[in-house]
């Protein structure tokens, strides 16, 4: 069975200041690793990912994230938040052998302060 | 392209009823998922397909049904309505090929059983 948890059900960050969204996951067989990001009334949309290679991926507005294989870890960073971050972030895990089936963590609500 | 496309956006039942939530992709992606998603507990997978006449159950299937006659559409069944199953749900597909997976979806569809 494939599992994710994001321990922190809210992060509050100051506008300029760097952020971080915690992501664990487990899986059998190398995992590919997604965060998604969902605004206000809306479908979730894809921020990044990892597959293979370098452990620090970049991807969409800024965002970054790092697997770590030992922790089974997989957060989401930025090194300075704006207030227009402020949303619904989700990790989900897959493992590399089954396209068809995702596990999303329960969310993380980021919220940015001007 | 239009995407994922969910329709309706939203609907109320009674007890009882049944109803089916259409869902459908324009960027022949093999893969496509039902989710639903409820305050506090993330994106539950509930049906998905990993092709055309191929569906299987996620982690919450009971009280819903799928089929899968064509590539583009995936609609979810709900054969008798109840109350808990009041919620959000987003339909989403996605490539294995390339894209590793990276799930597109709908904008949603909120359905309130009384």
């Known amino acids: 069975a494939q599992s994710v948890a994001q321990p922190e059900d809210q992060v509050n960050v100051a506008e300029g200041n760097p952020l971080t969204v915690k992501c664990t996951y487990s899986v059998s067989g190398n995992p590919y690793l997604f965060w998604y990001v969902q605004y206000p009334n809306r479908g979730l949309q894809f921020l990044l990912k990892?597959?293979?290679?370098?452990?620090l991926v970049k991807g969409s507005y800024g965002f970054e994230a790092e697997f770590n294989k030992s922790q089974t870890s997989f957060h989401l960073k930025k090194p300075s938040a704006l207030v227009s971050d402020s949303a619904l972030y989700f990790c989900a895990v897959r493992a590399n052998t089954n396209a068809g089936k995702s596990t999303f963590g329960d969310g993380t609500t980021l919220t940015v302060k001007p | 392209n239009a995407g994922v496309t969910q329709t309706p956006k939203f609907q109320v039942l009674k007890t009882g009823q049944s109803m089916t939530l259409q869902c459908a992709q324009d960027?022949?992606?093999?893969?496509m998922s039902w989710y639903r998603q409820d305050p506090g507990m993330g994106l539950r997978l509930i049906h998905y397909s990993v092709g055309a006449g191929i569906t299987d159950q996620g982690e919450v299937p009971n009280g819903y049904n799928v089929s899968r006659s064509t590539t583009e559409d995936f609609p979810l069944r709900l054969l008798s309505a109840a109350p808990s199953q009041t919620s959000v749900y987003f339909c989403a597909s996605s490539s294995g090929v390339g894209d590793h997976g990276t799930q597109y979806f709908g904008p949603g569809t909120r359905l309130l059983v009384l």
């Open positions: 960027m022949n992606h093999e893969y």
């Open positions: 990892y597959i293979t290679g370098d452990n």
